[in-house]
C-alpha cells in the first residue's frame, strides 16, 4: 500500500538481492528485469532468472535429466524452517544459531500415493532432540530425498548430530540421501 502498484519483475526481484546491489542497479538506471543485459548478473541463479524473465519462457538447463534420473523412489521432500535468536535460549548453543523449529515432509511412495508429515516445536524446550527424531521418522523408507537448499537442510543437520549425539548415525544417514 504504502509502495504503490507492484511493479512486474522489478529489480527487487532478482534472486538474493541485497539493498547495496540493488541501489547499484538503480544507479544504471534499471528498474525491471527486462532492462538488464546478462552481463550485469554474476551468479548463474540470478542469469538463469534473467534468461527466463526476458524470454518467457522456463529455462531448462544441462544437467538436469541426469539430476532427475538420480532421484530413486521413494522420494522425501523435506523442508525446514527455524529461529535464530540473538540470545541463546538453550545450552550448546551460541548467538545466531539456525534451530530447527517446523519440519514439513511430503513422501512420494508411488504416482497415486503421498504421505505428508509435518512436526512443529513447542513449548520452551530445546526443540533439537525432538527435530532430530522428527527428520529420521519423517524420511524413514525415503531412497532419496529432495530439499529446496541443500546446503542449508545439510548444515541444520549436521548441527543436529553436534547438537543430539545419540542420533548422530542416524541423522548422517538422512544426510547422505
Not at 83 to 111: F, K, L, M, T
Request: overall charge negative; glycine content about 6%; aromatic content about 6%.
Amino acid at each position: 500500500r504504502c509502495a504503490g502498484e507492484p511493479i512486474e519483475h522489478a529489480i527487487t526481484t532478482l534472486y538474493r538481492l541485497s539493498g547495496a546491489q540493488r541501489d547499484k542497479l538503480s544507479e544504471l538506471g534499471y528498474s525491471t528485469l527486462h532492462d538488464m543485459p546478462l552481463d550485469s548478473v554474476t551468479t548463474a541463479i540470478r542469469k538463469r532468472q534473467l534468461r527466463a524473465v526476458q524470454s518467457g519462457n522456463a529455462v531448462v538447463e544441462r544437467g538436469l535429466a541426469a539430476a532427475l534420473r538420480a532421484i530413486v523412489s521413494p522420494v522425501a521432500y523435506l523442508d525446514f524452517e527455524t529461529i535464530a535468536p540473538a540470545i541463546p535460549r538453550w545450552d550448546g548453543c551460541r548467538p545466531y544459531d539456525q534451530v530447527v523449529v517446523q519440519i514439513s515432509c511430503h513422501v512420494e511412495h508411488s504416482a497415486k500415493e503421498l504421505t505428508h508429515f509435518e512436526w512443529l516445536a513447542e513449548g520452551a524446550a530445546d526443540p533439537r532432540s525432538a527435530a532430530a527424531e522428527a527428520i529420521i521418522a519423517a524420511t524413514r523408507g525415503a531412497a532419496s530425498i529432495v530439499t529446496y537448499n541443500v546446503g542449508f537442510e545439510r548444515s541444520r543437520i549436521r548441527e543436529l548430530r553436534e547438537a543430539v549425539p545419540r542420533l548422530s548415525a542416524e541423522l548422517e544417514e538422512v544426510e547422505s540421501r
